[in-house]
């Protein structure tokens, strides 16, 4: 149990368009999703923490009208990079869980690596 | 805020050694400490995880174990295979709904057969 699923796995894009990302909780309800970004080498830093139905909660320094998070359902997240640069190639990793987990590590997804040209 | 640091950064090991990895965390409060590997191109998978009210916890050939008064957790691997090879993280939060975990810096183990 606990799946995450996370697509695309990858994705090129031109610079100046926008790339949507999608987590979805595949066995059960997640009531919240974190959003992380991971640069090659280095450590997953979180992004944004999004509960469903209310808006994302972004970390400091993270643009909140570049990467629009939307948390609809229970088992859906999206991240949308907005006017995606080349500055923004990196991994993206979301994460859930759901009140029936508590106490349990979160499930991540397998990650997007955004290449903007 | 909580902050983990985790060495070392790489560790080379021959296959069959033992490999040993060690964090340290500085909010008091938190209280489950997770380990993931992370495997080129994909996303953490959990392996282990320890709470504050247990010293040590194993796992076949893995084990962590964990010195509240100090602060600081350690990650145990036995006969390491090549397939340990990874990056390692270490994280820590504080065992309530919702909250965030903090990951270490990360641990790239290679497994020399």
């Known amino acids: 149990g606990a799946v995450v699923s996370q697509h695309p796995s990858w994705v090129i894009c031109k610079s100046g368009t926008s790339v949507k990302i999608e987590c979805r909780s595949l066995d059960f309800q997640a009531t919240t999703m974190f959003w992380y970004r991971q640069f090659p080498k280095q450590s997953l830093m979180l992004m944004a923490t999004?509960?469903?139905?209310?808006?994302?909660?972004?970390e400091q320094g993270v643009e909140k009208d570049k990467f629009l998070i939307n948390h609809a359902s229970l088992t859906l997240s999206t991240l949308t990079v907005t006017s995606a640069h080349p500055e923004d190639s990196s991994f993206y990793i979301c994460?859930?869980?759901?009140?029936?987990?508590?106490?349990?590590?979160?499930?991540f997804g397998s990650g997007t690596r955004l290449t903007v040209v | 805020g909580e902050n983990v640091e985790q060495h070392p950064s790489t560790l080379s090991v021959q296959e069959g050694d033992s490999a040993v990895i060690k964090c340290t965390y500085s909010?008091?409060?938190?209280?489950?400490f997770p380990w993931y590997k992370q495997e080129l191109g994909k996303g953490p998978q959990l392996i282990i995880d320890i709470r504050s009210n247990v010293g040590e916890k194993k796992d076949q050939r893995i084990a962590v174990t964990l010195n509240k008064t100090a602060k600081h957790f350690s990650l145990h691997i036995t006969e390491t295979q090549p397939e340990d090879s990874a990056v390692y993280f270490c994280?820590?939060?504080?065992?309530?709904?919702?909250?965030?975990?903090?990951f270490g810096p990360g641990t790239r183990l290679s497994v020399l057969p």
């Open positions: 994280a820590a939060r504080r065992d309530n709904y919702g909250q965030n975990f903090v």
């Open positions: 999004s509960n469903e139905g209310s808006k994302a909660t972004y």
């Open positions: 994460s859930a869980t759901g009140q029936a987990k508590i106490g349990y590590g979160y499930t």
């Open positions: 909010d008091s409060a938190s209280n489950y």
